[in-house]
């Protein structure tokens, strides 16, 4: 590719933020009531990044009945503790602050305005030309609409932009919209998940900047081999 990347596209959970545990712990108030076996954070990285909705319905099996109910409870309890444990991940702030000359985007499966409050409550919103959530367009991930929509905002063409993930949903995203993908390994998906990304960060964001300069990398600066 000759044009320059632009415009820079980040996922959120799992890429930006760990926010598994607050997720978790919202999760065990919203079914507590119908005697639901607890999750553990391992088992709530397993089920996240689709989406609320659909996160609720996958716990709650069978008793899809109670959906809408627990998904009120779920959003009243996170909505209140939405950073109590979620943290930034290493090098995110400090990577951020030498990517100023990009134009920056969230998309995310989160919805819009939970995704913008957790972002500013951990400081970290400014860095962003826009914040994009579940329902900010018509579809979510793996639907390119969002991608396609931080495109049209910055006014980048696919190949000016790069896509940065956790997850699968990510991957399927930014490809269907012709954009380039950047998986990160510290997320909360496996490599066997991510395997067809077109570069990889294995332990911090920092590593972008390998990748970005010069682009495309040189042979082993974080490309799929």
């Keep these: 590719m000759s044009k320059r990347v632009k415009t820079l596209i980040f996922d959120l959970d799992g890429t930006l933020v760990d926010t598994s545990r607050d997720i978790t712990e919202a999760i065990n108030y919203a079914i507590k009531p119908l005697g639901i076996r607890p999750l553990t954070v391992e088992e709530t990285i397993g089920l996240v990044g689709e989406g609320i909705t659909r996160l609720i319905e996958k ?28 943290h930034l991940y290493r090098g995110v702030k400090e990577t951020l ?88 390994l510290y997320g909360y998906r ?17 590593e972008l900047l390998e990748i970005l300069n010069p682009f495309p990398p040189s042979a082993g600066a974080g490309k799929k081999t």
């Design 59 to 86: 716990v709650l099996g069978e008793k899809t009945g109670y959906r809408d109910e627990t998904i009120s409870r779920f959003l009243d309890y996170y909505s209140r503790n939405l950073t109590r444990y979620s």
């Design 97 to 184: 602050q030498r990517l100023r000359d990009y134009k920056k985007v969230v998309v995310s499966n989160k919805r819009e305005a939970l995704s913008r409050r957790l972002l500013e409550e951990l400081g970290i919103a400014s860095f962003f030309d826009h914040i994009l959530g579940s329902d900010s367009t018509p579809e979510k991930k793996p639907s390119p609409m969002p991608v396609l929509k931080a495109l049209e905002l910055t006014g980048a063409a696919p190949e000016e932009a790069l896509m940065i993930g956790d997850s699968n949903l990510d991957i399927q995203a930014a490809h269907a919209a012709g954009v380039r993908v950047v998986a990160v």
């Design 190 to 206: 496996p490599y066997e998940k991510l395997k067809e990304a077109d570069y990889f960060i294995r332990e911090q964001l920092g």
